[in-house]
């Protein structure tokens, strides 16, 4: 049996009137994450634990910010095209935890509703995801409301 395990960062800056996608699930804010696409730091995060754990490189080479049919994506859509990647490598997700570091918007009150979005993503159950939210104390740029950023790790196995 091959058992591999993967990490996976992202960081986005909080810009105003921009949508708060975090998981798959639209929050209600007054700041959101600025990227190329729907910026879901979460995801983000996660595609790049489960493609590196399967050595298929990042989320920026498989989907580059320089390509105009990712401006807007959603990346429910990129993780579901991740999870095929690693499909017909030979793999599925056998569990995911992650940790988001945000001052707002709160995310303890949405956490199962995020776990359902992503265990429906990943086709796990949601007891396979592991979702922790945190704040940095009012210190650097998650701090000051500046950024928002997420850890990821995931554990594949062999179909």
Not at 36 to 65: E, K, M, T, W, Y
Not at 84 to 106: H, M
Request: a negative charge.
């Amino acid at each position: 049996m091959r058992i591999r395990v993967g990490l996976g960062y992202d960081v986005h800056q909080l810009k105003p009137g921009r949508p708060c996608v975090l998981g798959g699930v639209l929050f209600e804010s007054e700041l959101g994450p600025d990227g190329h696409s729907d910026a879901d730091v979460l995801l983000h995060a996660i595609c790049d634990a489960i493609l590196g754990a399967a050595g298929l490189r990042d989320i920026g080479f498989h989907f580059p910010n320089t390509d105009q049919s990712f401006k807007g994506a959603d990346s429910r859509e990129l993780l579901k095209e991740v999870i095929r990647l690693i499909k017909k490598e030979g793999f599925r997700v056998g569990n995911i935890d992650a940790t988001l570091v945000s001052e707002q918007p709160k995310i303890s009150p949405r956490i199962q509703e995020i776990k359902e979005s992503i265990a429906g993503l990943c086709e796990i159950l949601a007891t396979e995801v592991g979702i922790k939210a945190t704040t940095s104390e009012k210190v650097g740029f998650v701090g000051r409301e500046e950024g928002i950023e997420a850890q990821a790790v995931v554990l594949l196995f062999d179909t």
